[in-house]
Each structure stands twice: as structure tokens, then as C-alpha cells.
């Protein structure tokens, strides 16, 4: 991305050149299922199920939820679940949001173990796991991480901005 930084800001390639759109692939891709991997690894941190991990990072960045990076003035659609107004936006690029849903889901899943007999488990705790976990992260869990990685960056902003030199 540095290099891209450079290319586009010295002019040393054309931005709309297959190098470039190429190397923007590269350097994004990681980003863009960010979620997911930080769903994985998370997953395996607080001793839930990796696959389930990423499944949840999956729901979070599904296709029908807006991409945040990309409105401009757009505003995402709102779906109405039994009276709760769910944000149709999605959690591309974020961290907090996951990490929280995601220690979550370890516990929901381990509850659910605990509960449902040996011979079913297979079955019903990825599927109610992942169900009730999808459940609290567009309803609850999701907005809440938002709102709390927006402050911190509006603090950190504030921060820069009025502390100069010394905020770094």
C-alpha cells in the first residue's frame, strides 16, 4: 500500500494501469476479509470453535450489508426485524466489533456444549451457535462495537489535532 502511496503520488504509474489496479488487489486483500480472519484467530484465542469464528466475521461482511468505506452520502437501508430497525451496514474493515462478537459466540458455544447431548452436537451447536450469535452481533453487538471504535477514533483525533507533536 506504501508503494501504491507513492505510485499515485509521484505519478510513476498511471492509476487506472493493470499494474496498478493489480498491486491494489494485492495490497487490499487482506483488508477487505479482515473480519474473518480476525474472527478465526479470535476464535481460537478465547477457545471457541476457528471455523465459527470466521463464519462470524463472514456474516459481518456479507455482500447484502452496505460496504461503510464506500458511502458517500448514502445512507444503508434499514431492515425491520419484529419492530428493531437493523442497520443494513456492514463491518467491512473493522476490528472491535468482531473481537466482541466473537468472544461472544466462544461462550454461547460453550454453553450450548455443555447442554446438548453428545449425539446431536455436531449438528445443533454450530447451527444454534451461529444463529444466535448472527442474532446479537447485527442487533446489539455490532452497532455497540461501532459506536465504540468511532469514539476512539474521534478521540484520537481530537487528540492529534490538538496536541500536536506531543499526541504522537
Given at each position: 500500500?506504501?508503494?501504491?502511496?507513492?505510485?499515485?503520488?509521484?505519478?510513476?504509474?498511471?492509476?487506472?494501469?493493470?499494474?496498478?489496479?493489480?498491486?491494489?488487489?494485492?495490497?487490499?486483500?487482506?483488508?477487505?476479509?479482515?473480519?474473518?480472519?480476525?474472527?478465526?484467530?479470535?476464535?481460537?484465542?478465547?477457545?471457541?470453535?476457528?471455523?465459527?469464528?470466521?463464519?462470524?466475521?463472514?456474516?459481518?461482511?456479507?455482500?447484502?450489508?452496505?460496504?461503510?468505506?464506500?458511502?458517500?452520502?448514502?445512507?444503508?437501508?434499514?431492515?425491520?426485524?419484529?419492530?428493531?430497525?437493523?442497520?443494513?451496514?456492514?463491518?467491512?474493515?473493522?476490528?472491535?466489533?468482531?473481537?466482541?462478537?466473537?468472544?461472544?459466540?466462544?461462550?454461547?458455544?460453550?454453553?450450548?456444549?455443555?447442554?446438548?447431548?453428545?449425539?446431536?452436537?455436531?449438528?445443533?451447536?454450530?447451527?444454534?451457535?451461529?444463529?444466535?450469535?448472527?442474532?446479537?452481533?447485527?442487533?446489539?453487538?455490532?452497532?455497540?462495537?461501532?459506536?465504540?471504535?468511532n469514539g476512539i477514533t474521534a478521540f484520537l483525533d481530537f487528540i492529534y489535532g490538538t496536541a500536536g507533536p506531543i499526541a504522537g
Amino acid at each position: 500500500m506504501g508503494l501504491l502511496g507513492l505510485m499515485e503520488t509521484y505519478n510513476w504509474v498511471d492509476t487506472e494501469s493493470g499494474l496498478f489496479v493489480l498491486l491494489d488487489m494485492f495490497s487490499s486483500a487482506s483488508f477487505i476479509i479482515l473480519p474473518i480472519l480476525i474472527g478465526y484467530s479470535a476464535a481460537k484465542e478465547f477457545g471457541g470453535n476457528t471455523y465459527l469464528g470466521a463464519v462470524i466475521g463472514g456474516i459481518m461482511i456479507h455482500p447484502e450489508l452496505l460496504n461503510p468505506w464506500g458511502l458517500s452520502d448514502a445512507q444503508p437501508a434499514t431492515l425491520d426485524f419484529f419492530g428493531f430497525g437493523v442497520e443494513m451496514l456492514g463491518y467491512q474493515g473493522t476490528v472491535i466489533p468482531v473481537l466482541l462478537t466473537v468472544y461472544v459466540m466462544a461462550k454461547i458455544e460453550k454453553g450450548l456444549r455443555k447442554v446438548i447431548p453428545n449425539v446431536v452436537d455436531l449438528l445443533l451447536t454450530p447451527f444454534l451457535t451461529v444463529i444466535f450469535t448472527g442474532f446479537v452481533a447485527m442487533l446489539v453487538i455490532g452497532p455497540l462495537g461501532r459506536a465504540l471504535g468511532n469514539g476512539i477514533t474521534a478521540f484520537l483525533d481530537f487528540i492529534y489535532g490538538t496536541a500536536g507533536p506531543i499526541a504522537g
